[in-house]
């Protein structure tokens, strides 16, 4: 590391924090609208830092009917999507990136090409194939739908993982005389873990932030999911706009304590895999 | 793909075992064999179910007539390639696509190059510093699409928005009531500030990954040189950088030219359609239009683009030594 001054020093902290303020000015102003009565809301007055604080946004947003089932659904959806997408994807990026087999260079194209297609434009193939398997209106179509739409990544970055785990590793505890499923339990998996951090980010993100299909699929009112409830919230309070913050940051909140679970893991790890051939 | 399997499993020929390094697997029992695709089938089965063949029915409807009727009633009606006349006479779509390509270019451009100056930054920042910025770049990420892009048509509002208000403060008198969303360019542009303020903690991260992974005594050998730090970012950090950054490439030209929820969200495509992408001139014709053969005829032509502008690169990946074991 090339010695700095102290100015330097002190130029480049403030650089960083001017940078780290204009990132977080989105969500701060997100948080304190929602946090405001109408009348501060649409006063001339310019008020950066709120002076007083009201939870009322709060309350109504959740006494809304039907929230706790909509919050329940998109747990339920994106947490199962998550999961799914983890142990399929898992399953196949470590023959894809160790084992020797016919085809393996399709499947690797296979993986790659099936993230070009623009999801909008599936969608009438897509709704015909649920309504003939009957999971419209299910969760469970619902849910398989996200899991196709994220394994090509999860497959993608997973394999990447497994292949920089090095090989000697996994040699050295066969030799020792694990079985195939003890290498792949005591060494292979423990050293997944930002590879598996990584990917239920992304697939977390993904399903939590679906609206399209949820809107079309989903024909009953409880079986809607939040981002449904978030846009309904818009056009029934088009200038609300203290109701739609406070909607949004409770929507936001399950994503924020995901990703700061995970945080320590996901700095770093995100797609350190991924380059690996 | 599912005939690959099929036609492998029973086949069950083992590989020549002559291949140096494969002595070890010389003789394998038939459940090794079949041990790999039966990993590879739950993936693989939902992929072709719900990516590939829906795809493939894709390129079907882009060569009939399918509008709402024949969807009710389930005709099939071959109309060749009039789905696709029909799309590239129109000259609004040919505006739309160089809308589209210049709206990804840059927002892939500004985006990697505030990525990889994050991430560069981030090396020389104090340790709580550093973890200050790293929150807020995650509070970033993890705020959903659909609750980002509310907040920024509120923070871009016409009467109470608070940069109207700011620039007021600020002496410029003339942006009190101006609308941000009144052309199409002044539209995008807030669409791809959404989708950069979005995109670029991932990329920061995954190329500070990148510079993590650089060994630390190579720049102090480059000090020890003399090197300025350019001349270390070029000769230390680069060669490490470079695979990561094509990939994000790859990925953020694959995601911004496929951006629809927060262009739907902002303005419809608005004002006058002057905002309209690819993606939401693929909504209006299907699902809005319900001419679901025109439609799927502009996802076809989507498809094309991205397979032109990423096949060298997906070509790379498939040859590259590392897809050899």
């Keep these: 590391m090339?010695?700095?001054?102290?100015?330097?020093?002190?130029?480049?902290?403030?650089?960083?924090?001017?940078?780290?303020?204009?990132?977080?000015?989105?969500?701060y102003w997100m948080f304190t609208t929602a946090l405001k009565t109408p009348a501060q809301i649409l006063s001339p007055d310019y008020d950066l830092i709120p002076l007083s604080a009201t939870l009322e946004n709060f309350g109504n947003a959740i006494a809304k009917p039907g929230f706790s089932t909509f919050l329940t659904n998109s747990l339920i959806v994106t947490l199962g999507s998550v999961v799914f997408a983890l142990v399929a994807?898992?399953?196949?990026?470590?023959?894809?990136?160790?084992?020797?087999?016919?085809?393996?260079?399709?499947?690797?194209?296979?993986?790659?090409?099936?993230?070009?297609?623009?999801?909008?434009?599936?969608?009438?193939?897509?709704?015909?194939?649920?309504?003939?398997?009957?999971?419209?209106?299910?969760?469970?179509?619902?849910?398989?739908?996200?899991v196709a739409f994220t394994l090509p990544f999860t497959v993608w970055t997973l394999r990447g993982f497994v292949k920089g785990?090095?090989?000697?590793?996994?040699?050295?505890?066969?030799?020792?005389?694990?079985?195939?499923?003890?290498?792949?339990?005591?060494?292979?998996?423990?050293?997944?873990?930002p590879g598996l951090v990584a990917t239920s980010v992304f697939s977390f993100?993904?399903?939590?932030?679906?609206?399209?299909?949820?809107?079309?699929?989903?024909?009953?009112?409880?079986?809607?999911?939040?981002?449904?409830?978030?846009?309904?919230?818009?056009?029934?309070?088009?200038?609300?706009?203290?109701?739609?913050?406070?909607?949004?940051?409770?929507?936001?909140?399950p994503a924020l304590i995901f990703f700061l679970l995970l945080q320590r893991k996901l700095v770093g790890g995100a797609t350190a895999g991924a380059v690996k051939g | 793909m599912t005939s690959t399997v099929n036609t492998v499993l029973p086949a069950g020929s083992p590989p020549p075992a002559a291949r140096p390094g494969a002595g070890r697997r010389a003789r394998r029992p038939l459940s090794d064999i079949a041990l790999p695709y039966l990993m590879l089938l739950p993936a693989v089965a939902l992929m072709v179910a719900l990516l590939g063949w829906p795809a493939?029915?894709?390129?079907?409807?882009?060569?009939?007539?399918?509008?709402?009727g024949e969807l009710v009633r389930g005709e099939i009606k071959w109309v060749g390639l009039d789905n696709y006349a029909n799309v590239l006479n129109d000259p609004e779509f040919w505006v739309i696509a160089l809308r589209t390509a210049v709206f990804?270019?840059?927002?892939?451009?500004?985006?990697?190059?505030?990525?990889?100056?994050?991430?560069?930054?981030?090396?020389?920042?104090?340790?709580?510093?550093?973890?200050?910025?790293?929150?807020?770049?995650?509070?970033?990420?993890?705020?959903?699409?659909?609750?980002?892009?509310?907040?920024?048509?509120?923070?871009f509002d016409q009467e109470y928005g608070i940069l109207n208000?700011?620039?007021?403060?600020?002496?410029?008198?003339?942006?009190?009531?101006h609308s941000w969303f009144a052309s199409g360019g002044s539209t995008l542009t807030v669409i791809g500030l959404l989708v950069l303020w979005q995109a670029v903690p991932f990329i920061a991260f995954t190329l500070y990954a990148g510079l993590l992974s650089t060994p630390k005594d190579l720049y102090e050998a480059a000090a020890i040189d003399g090197a300025t730090g350019w001349q270390a970012f070029r000769a230390v950090s680069w060669p490490s950088l470079r695979p990561l950054l094509m990939l994000v490439t790859f990925l953020s030209v694959l995601w911004d030219f496929k951006v629809f929820a927060q262009v739907w969200a902002i303005r419809q495509g608005g004002p006058d359609g002057q905002s309209t992408t690819l993606p939401v001139l693929l909504y209006l014709k299907g699902i809005a239009g319900s001419h679901f053969g025109v439609s799927a005829a502009v996802a076809v032509l989507m498809l094309i683009i991205l397979v032109a502008v990423t096949w060298r690169y997906m070509r790379l990946l498939v040859r590259s030594p590392e897809t050899e074991l």
């Excluded at chain 1, 102290?6 to 960083?16: I, K, M, T, Y």
């Excluded at chain 1, 056009?235 to 706009?241: P, Q």
């Excluded at chain 2, 929150?135 to 509120?154: D, R």
Aim: hydrophobic share 60%.
């Design chain 2, 165 to 177: 208000k700011t620039l007021v403060l600020l002496g410029f008198d003339s942006f009190k009531g």
């Design chain 2, 104 to 155: 990804t270019v840059t927002v892939v451009l500004s985006t990697l190059l505030v990525g990889l100056g994050i991430a560069v930054l981030m090396r020389h920042l104090s340790t709580w510093v550093r973890i200050s910025l790293q929150v807020c770049l995650v509070l970033a990420w993890a705020t959903p699409i659909v609750a980002t892009t509310t907040v920024f048509q509120w923070m």
């Design chain 1, 165 to 193: 785990i090095p090989i000697e590793l996994e040699e050295a505890a066969m030799v020792d005389g694990c079985g195939r499923w003890g290498v792949f339990r005591r060494v292979t998996l423990p050293l997944l873990g």
């Design chain 1, 89 to 146: 994807g898992l399953l196949a990026a470590v023959p894809l990136a160790r084992m020797r087999f016919r085809g393996r260079k399709g499947f690797i194209l296979l993986v790659l090409v099936s993230q070009l297609a623009p999801l909008e434009a599936l969608f009438v193939p897509m709704y015909l194939i649920m309504r003939d398997a009957d999971l419209l209106n299910s969760l469970w179509g619902l849910l398989l739908v996200y």
């Design chain 1, 205 to 253: 993100i993904t399903a939590w932030n679906e609206f399209l299909y949820a809107l079309v699929f989903m024909r009953d009112q409880d079986k809607l999911t939040l981002p449904v409830w978030l846009s309904s919230f818009r056009t029934a309070f088009g200038t609300d706009w203290g109701g739609i913050m406070a909607a949004s940051v409770i929507y936001a909140v």
């Design chain 2, 56 to 68: 493939l029915q894709v390129i079907a409807i882009s060569f009939r007539k399918l509008d709402l």
């Design chain 1, 2 to 27: 090339l010695r700095k001054t102290p100015a330097q020093r002190v130029a480049l902290a403030v650089f960083g924090l001017v940078i780290a303020v204009v990132f977080l000015f989105p969500t």
